[in-house]
């Protein structure tokens, strides 16, 4: 049974940092590229951050270039997004995301609050 279990989410002032983590099962984690999304209130799903498979590259959305650090732990099945100087704008839940091909798998979310 394929899981993404999201974890580390909560509420953080505005400047603080979150550190978020999703731990894979029931799928070979390591050959597939992982993704956070996130999506705020009345917004659509947002690709935040993108790692390949062995975690050589990696992508971000403007909107958290410079803030945010996506990295994976291959061997404990992990992926993690780093959120540093947050902002009220980053509040959503935020959604981890595996993808080969036509496999699409998602977790179920965390929120993230950023208060002003």
């Known amino acids: 049974q394929v899981q993404l279990v999201e974890s580390g989410g909560g509420l953080v002032q505005g400047g603080g940092s979150l550190r978020l983590s999703c731990a894979a099962s029931g799928f070979t984690f390591s050959i597939y590229s992982m993704n956070w999304h996130r999506q705020a209130p009345g917004k659509e799903r947002e690709l935040v951050a993108t790692?390949?498979?062995?975690?050589?590259?990696?992508n971000y959305a403007d909107s958290v270039k410079g803030r945010f650090t996506i990295s994976r732990d291959n061997a404990k099945n992990t992926v993690y997004l780093e959120m540093n100087s947050l902002k009220p704008e980053d509040t959503a839940v935020y959604y981890c995301?595996?993808?080969?091909?036509?496999?699409?798998?998602w977790g179920q979310g965390t929120q993230v609050t950023v208060s002003s």
């Open positions: 790692i390949t498979s062995t975690g050589r590259s990696t």
């Open positions: 995301n595996a993808k080969r091909g036509f496999f699409d798998y």
